[in-house]
């Protein structure tokens, strides 16, 4: 008999990464556990073994999404999480390339295009920022506000995966 390739295996592990009032935390769940997770503890909730996609916004009802968020393709998905990942810590266009390597990021228009996309998908403005600050001067920078939680929960390749380090 076929095993159904669309059901997740009930011993698969999965890598929840979260942040929230800091430090970022890791911890390996199971299938069990990564189902019992409450999109509602974070402002920022991405389960990629699921699809599920919440993101709550400042003052209106949460935006929900399955498998994608419109606009953001896998650059700006890079850009997010970098600045996921150092949250309060504003990147310029030189540290966001020295981080990824991608020379699109040298260009301030490119992240510029690439924040507009992030802050639509977010449901936020440049003038009314919820999740990213920029800081125009002296030069060019953005960050994701540290007052705000994320988790992000990823599917291990191997049943008995541990945390790559």
Same mark, same amino acid.
């Given at each position: 008999?076929?095993?159904?390739?669309?059901?997740?295996?009930?011993?698969?592990?999965?890598?929840?990464?979260?942040?929230?009032?800091s430090p970022i935390s890791e911890r390996v769940v199971t299938h069990e556990?990564?189902?019992?997770?409450?999109?509602?503890?974070?402002?920022?909730?991405?389960?990629?073994?699921?699809?599920?996609?919440?993101?709550?916004?400042?003052?209106?009802?949460?935006?929900?999404?399955?498998?994608?968020?419109?606009?953001?393709?896998?650059?700006?998905?890079?850009?997010?999480?970098?600045?996921? *990942?150092?949250?309060?810590? *504003?990147?310029?266009?030189?540290?966001?390339?020295?981080?990824?390597?991608?020379?699109?990021?040298?260009?301030?228009?490119?992240?510029?295009?690439?924040?507009?996309?992030?802050?639509?998908?977010?449901?936020?403005?440049?003038?009314?920022?919820?999740?990213?600050?920029? &800081?125009?001067?002296?030069? *060019?920078?953005?960050?994701?506000?540290?007052?705000?939680?994320?988790?992000?929960?990823? &599917?291990?390749?191997?049943?008995?995966?541990?945390?790559?380090?």
């Open positions: 008999m076929k095993r159904d390739l669309r059901r997740p295996r009930t011993d698969a592990k999965y890598l929840d990464t979260m942040y929230k009032d556990e990564m189902l019992a997770i409450k999109p509602e503890e974070t402002d920022f909730y991405y389960n990629e073994a699921t699809g599920k996609i919440r993101i709550q916004r400042h003052e209106s009802p949460p935006l929900e999404y399955f498998g994608f968020m419109p606009g953001i393709q896998q650059t700006t998905w890079l850009l997010l999480t970098e600045l996921m *990942f150092t949250p309060g810590i *504003f990147l310029g266009t030189h540290e966001l390339y020295r981080r990824t390597k991608h020379e699109s990021f040298l260009s301030r228009a490119n992240v510029s295009a690439y924040l507009k996309r992030i802050r639509k998908a977010l449901g936020e403005s440049g003038k009314a920022s919820w999740y990213l600050w920029t &800081r125009r001067a002296p030069d *060019f920078a953005v960050c994701w506000h540290a007052d705000r939680s994320w988790r992000i929960i990823e &599917r291990l390749a191997e049943p008995d995966a541990t945390v790559p380090r």
